[in-house]
């Protein structure tokens, strides 16, 4: 079992940068692979971008490739997600998630209750 839990989202102006995290309590998080997803309202969960077991594959989505980046420190049981260059569509919930994979598939169990991320124009 795995219990996930975000921090770090808030309010920026277009262009600027967050860091996100996702600590995982349980000693399994180093065996999962993570990913991170957003929901605006209104529209359906939107997957952001994922990492393998050991952190030496990332996956991105298209809209946030180049400008966003995954990483994760095994040691300290935490994910993080670095945005960069933020835009007002990124105004999102954004949740973190981990489960068994091969890689690049990825099974997700265990799911964080998600961040606000907010981007003024």
């Known amino acids: 079992q795995v219990q996930l839990v975000e921090s770090g989202g808030g309010l920026v102006q277009a262009g600027g940068s967050l860091r996100l995290s996702c600590a995982a309590s349980g000693r399994a998080f180093s065996s999962y692979a993570m990913g991170w997803f957003r929901q605006a309202p209104g529209k359906e969960r939107e997957f952001v971008g994922a990492?393998?077991?050991?952190?030496?594959?990332?996956l991105y989505a298209d809209s946030v490739k180049g400008r966003f980046r995954i990483s994760r420190d095994n040691a300290k049981n935490t994910g993080y997600l670095q945005m960069d260059y933020l835009k007002p569509e990124d105004t999102a919930v954004y949740s973190c998630?981990?489960?068994?994979?091969?890689?690049?598939?990825?099974?997700?169990?265990?799911w964080g209750q998600g961040t606000q991320v907010t981007v003024s124009s």
């Open positions: 998630a981990a489960g068994a994979s091969t890689w690049p598939r990825v099974r997700y169990d265990y």
């Open positions: 990492i393998s077991v050991s952190g030496g594959f990332t």
